[in-house]
Each structure stands twice: as C-alpha cells, then as structure tokens.
Nanobody
C-alpha cells in the first residue's frame, strides 16, 4: 500500500522558515521523481519544485527560487522542502507528489502519487 505522509506545516511570521517532510512507504522511493505543489484558497494548484531520482538538477518555480530548497534522503524514504524567507503569498496547502518514470515535469497531472498535504500559513 502506497502512502505519503506530509508534516511540518504550521503558522509562521513573514521572514521565517519551515521545513516540510514527506515520508513515503510502499514504493521504491529512490527511483521516483518527487515534487512539491501548493494550492491557495480559490487558486489552482501550483508547481513549487521537483527533485529527480538522482538528486541533481532540481527545478523551482520562479517565485520561490533562492528561498526554497528540495532535498531527498533515500535511506529514510523522505523528501523535504526547506522554506526560508517566507512571505504571506506562500500561504497555501502544500502537497508532495511522486512519479516512478524518469520524466521531469512541472505538471500536476504527470504525478501519480500524492500525499494529503500540509497547511502553511505565513502572517504579515
């Protein structure tokens, strides 16, 4: 049974930091491409970034470049999203998503496995 469990969300002041975790089970974690998406109320789900199976050549959406970092620990079957210098516009429900094929994609429909998400709220 495939399961993704996100954690680490919460309420933080602007300029603060949070680290989200996504623990996976029931799949071959190391061969997956992992991504983070977010969705704010009334808005479409937005790509945040991805990390390939190799851990090299991560990609981020422009609005988070230089502030967010995705990493993975294959030994722990966990992918992380380190978020620094948070802004109120980063407030959203954050989801991790995975796909077993090597194709790198920023499109949510390309990902087959999703967690339940964790809420991040940034106050001004």
């Amino acid at each position: 049974q495939v399961q993704l469990v996100e954690s680490g969300g919460g309420l933080v002041q602007a300029g603060g930091s949070l680290r989200l975790s996504c623990a996976a089970s029931g799949l071959t974690f190391s061969s997956y491409t992992w991504a983070w998406f977010r969705q704010a109320p009334g808005k479409e789900r937005e790509f945040v970034g991805y990390i390939p199976w190799s851990g090299i050549s991560t990609r981020y959406t422009d609005s988070v470049k230089g502030r967010f970092t995705i990493s993975r620990d294959n030994a722990k079957n966990t992918v992380y999203l380190q978020m620094n210098s948070l802004k109120p516009e980063d407030t959203a429900h954050y989801y991790c998503a995975g796909r077993s094929a090597p194709l790198l994609s920023s499109t949510s429909s390309s990902y087959t496995t999703w967690g339940q998400g964790t809420q991040v709220t940034v106050s001004s």
